[in-house]
């Protein structure tokens, strides 16, 4: 079955402290990943993709394909990186269909 | 242009009334999804249209929930005689071609609360 699992509901951190959000994936195939962030009051949005390999307001995320996780990682936490961080997964046995966590709530405190 | 729209922003119904969502994607873009976010939960996959053709219904609750999509465009979530247990935020987006790795747009939802 395919399944995203973020185990941590809430992440808090201090200002300038490094963060990482888990997430690990159950998938038959070679799954897409992805990291979506829904700011307050704003529209959920595409962080990054691992196919992209990029690095987006220094986050990071790897895809461990033996560890089947992609956690999200940033060295410095900013205080305008809180909000609700959802990672996701796709792929062809999925016909595509996206399948996402149930998403890590970040609160960085000053 | 504009983003994805979603209406009405908020809707409050009556135990067994029957609801319509409206879901206006980026003009252009060929995949739809409907998801349904409700509190605590993350988001659950309900619909995705490739055109107006839906391959995969398979998130569809029950049989009370139905969607089209008409012109490759507008999508309506159809929910009959809804239940409390219907009351979320219902998410539409939309990508360019539906392949696993395009980037999903996300319209603003609609709140369904039913009391």
């Known amino acids: 079955a395919q399944r995203v699992t973020q185990p941590e509901k809430l992440l808090s951190v201090f200002k300038g402290a490094p963060v990482e959000l888990k997430c690990n994936y159950s998938y038959s195939g070679s799954p897409e990943l992805f990291w979506y962030v829904q700011y307050s009051r704003q529209r959920l949005q595409l962080l990054l993709r691992?196919?992209s390999r990029e690095s987006i307001k220094g986050f990071t995320a790897d895809l461990n394909k033996g560890e089947t996780s992609f956690h999200l990682k940033k060295p410095f936490a900013q205080e305008e990186d809180s909000a609700m961080y959802y990672c996701a997964l796709s792929g062809r046995t999925g016909g595509f269909k996206t399948i996402f966590g149930a998403g890590t709530r970040l609160f960085v405190k000053a | 242009g504009a983003g994805v729209s979603q209406s009405p922003s908020n809707k409050v119904t009556e135990k067994g009334k029957d609801v319509e969502l409206r879901c206006d994607p980026i003009s252009g873009h060929t995949a739809l999804y409907w998801y349904r976010q409700s509190l605590g939960q993350g988001l659950e996959f309900l619909i995705y249209f490739q055109g107006n053709s839906a391959p995969d219904k398979s998130g569809l609750p029950s049989d009370r929930f139905s969607a089209e999509r008409t012109g490759g465009s507008v999508s309506t979530l159809t929910i009959q005689r809804t239940q409390q247990e219907d009351s979320a935020v219902y998410l539409c987006a939309s990508s360019p071609w539906g392949t696993s790795h395009n980037e999903q747009f996300f319209g603003p939802g609609t709140r369904l609360t039913v009391l």
């Open positions: 691992h196919i």
